[in-house]
C-alpha cells in the first residue's frame, strides 16, 4: 500500500474540498465502528479514506477506468452515472493507491448501492458513509445511533432511504440497492427467506 500521507495528499489534490474532508470523516467514522463490530480498524480506515476516490473524476475518464479493469456495466448502471465512481474507485485504488485486498476492494466497490448478505468491512462502509461527522440530514442522528448499536438495522434504515429518495425523483433504483433493502429487512425479524 502507498504511503498514507501520500494518499491523502492524491486525495485532497483529486477532490473538491467538501469530499476531501467528506472523505477523512468517513475513514474516522469507519474506523470507529470497526472498534465496535471487531473489523479491522486499518482496513476500514483506509477504504473509508479512499471510498470516493473518483467521485470527481470526469464521466468519461471513469468510463475508460471501468472498462481496463474489465467492468461491464448493465443498461441501468450505464443509465446511472452517480453509481460509476463506486466501480471506478474499486479499480482506481489498486493501481493509485496499492490497496488490492478484496475485503476492501469490494467496500468500495458496494458503498453506494449496498448489496444482500455484506460482509462486516462492507456494512461499515456503506453506514460510515451515511454517517460521517459532517452528515446533517434530517434523521442522521437516529442513523447514528442504529450505527453504534445495530449495524444491520442501520443498513436496512440506510437502503430504505436511499430507495425513497430515487423513486421520489424517479431515478431508477439498482437491483443491489433493492436486494440490500429487502435481505436486511428480513434480517431485522431475525431470519432469513431461506430459514422459513
Ligand atoms: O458518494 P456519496 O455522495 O458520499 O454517497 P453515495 O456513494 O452513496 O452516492 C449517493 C448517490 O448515488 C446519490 O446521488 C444517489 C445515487 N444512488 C444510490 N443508490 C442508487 C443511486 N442511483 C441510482 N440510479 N440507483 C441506485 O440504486
Ligand atoms: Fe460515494
Ligand atoms: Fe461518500
Given at each position: 500500500m502507498v504511503d498514507k500521507l501520500k494518499i491523502i495528499a492524491s486525495l485532497r489534490a483529486r477532490l473538491v474540498e467538501d469530499r476531501f474532508f467528506h472523505s477523512l470523516n468517513v475513514a474516522q467514522m469507519a474506523k470507529e465502528l470497526a472498534a465496535i463490530y471487531g473489523e479491522d480498524e486499518e482496513k476500514a480506515y483506509y477504504a473509508g479514506l479512499v471510498h470516493d476516490c473518483t467521485k470527481n473524476t470526469a464521466p468519461e475518464k471513469q468510463l475508460e477506468i471501468m472498462e481496463q479493469g474489465g467492468l461491464q456495466l448493465t443498461d441501468l448502471e450505464q443509465n446511472s452515472?452517480?453509481?460509476?465512481h463506486a466501480m471506478s474507485g474499486s479499480i482506481f485504488m489498486q493501481s493509485?493507491?496499492?490497496?488490492?485486498d478484496p475485503a476492501m476492494v469490494s467496500a468500495v466497490r458496494y458503498h453506494t448501492t449496498g448489496k444482500a448478505a455484506m460482509s462486516l468491512l462492507e456494512k461499515i462502509i456503506y453506514i460510515a458513509d451515511f454517517t460521517s461527522a459532517e452528515r446533517d440530514y434530517p434523521g442522521v442522528e437516529q442513523m447514528r445511533h442504529f450505527a453504534h448499536t445495530d449495524l444491520d438495522k442501520a443498513v436496512f434504515e440506510g437502503a430504505a432511504f436511499t430507495v425513497k429518495k430515487l423513486q421520489q425523483s424517479g431515478l431508477p433504483v439498482h437491483p443491489d440497492t433493492l436486494a440490500a433493502k429487502d435481505y436486511y429487512q428480513s434480517s431485522e425479524c431475525g431470519m432469513r427467506i431461506s430459514e422459513l
Open positions: 452515472p452517480k453509481l460509476w493509485a493507491y496499492e490497496i488490492t
